[in-house]
């Protein structure tokens, strides 16, 4: 059993489409994050949620609505996105609220591709 | 602004090679970790570093956190097409906040 799920693994969109990913995790964890990565940029924090609770927005666009009904499961919101949002979108959880030895980890990502 | 600098950006070599690959900053960190991502999946933790100066080894995998702390370097002796993957260093600033920073990235490619 994966720790970290992540559906649909790829999805592609319009840009007037509205669509949503969903991440779930099994390991018990508290803190839940969504990622960015795009070819030759660095992985780029959107949100983080502890305790069902939004602590971190790093000045994401609004065409993304994070959402966590629970500790265990996130989604996130797609609506009229942009080509340039195509990317793979990477889900993670942890333990706790920082610390040095906090593990982050991941789901195997949703490629999204907007037309 | 990109905060933590890994090079080489890409590395083919040929198995029984070995290589190192580094993360630099201005910054100074609390900690770094080291992750590996291989095609198609989410990265996973190698490694963390806290202290200045520390050296931990993984099997044939050598990470070193640079004395004050602004800096890492992952060395791998012998290396196995097993190891291929994009390795990324991630730090951690400190506090109150589970916020890690990324690298840019070192895509590996370990030829037979």
């Known amino acids: 059993e994966t720790g970290v799920t992540q559906t649909p693994r790829h999805l592609v969109m319009g840009m007037t489409n509205k669509k949503s990913l969903k991440c779930e995790q099994h390991?018990?964890?508290?803190?839940m994050y969504w990622y960015k990565q795009s070819a030759k940029k660095p992985l780029e924090l959107m949100f983080v949620?502890?305790?069902?609770?939004?602590?971190e927005n790093n000045s994401v666009p609004s065409r993304f609505s994070p959402e966590c009904p629970n500790s265990s499961h996130l989604f996130l919101h797609l609506h009229t996105l942009q080509p340039e949002d195509s990317a793979l979108y990477l889900c993670?959880?942890?333990?706790?609220?920082?610390?040095?030895?906090?593990?982050?980890?991941f789901g195997p990502g949703t490629r999204l591709t907007v037309l | 602004t990109q905060l933590l600098e890994q090079s080489p950006q890409f590395l083919s070599i040929q198995e029984g090679e070995n290589l190192t690959v580094y993360c630099n900053s201005s910054s100074v960190f609390s900690s770094l970790q080291w992750y590996r991502q291989e095609p198609g999946e989410g990265p996973v933790l190698l490694v963390t570093?806290?202290?200045?100066?520390e050296v931990k080894k993984l099997k044939r995998l050598t990470f070193q956190f640079g004395d004050a702390r602004k800096d890492s370097s992952l060395h791998i002796t012998a290396a196995q097409p097993g190891d291929t993957g994009l390795y990324l260093c991630?730090?951690?600033?400190?506090?109150?906040?589970?916020?890690?920073?990324f690298g840019t990235g070192t895509l590996l490619a370990v030829q037979p």
């Open positions: 993670a959880s942890s333990q706790g609220r920082g610390g040095p030895y906090n593990e982050q980890f």
């Open positions: 949620y502890n305790f069902k609770e939004q602590t």
């Open positions: 991630a730090g951690y600033w400190g506090g109150a906040t589970n916020k890690l920073i």
């Open positions: 390991l018990g964890h508290n803190a």
């Open positions: 570093v806290v202290t200045g100066g």
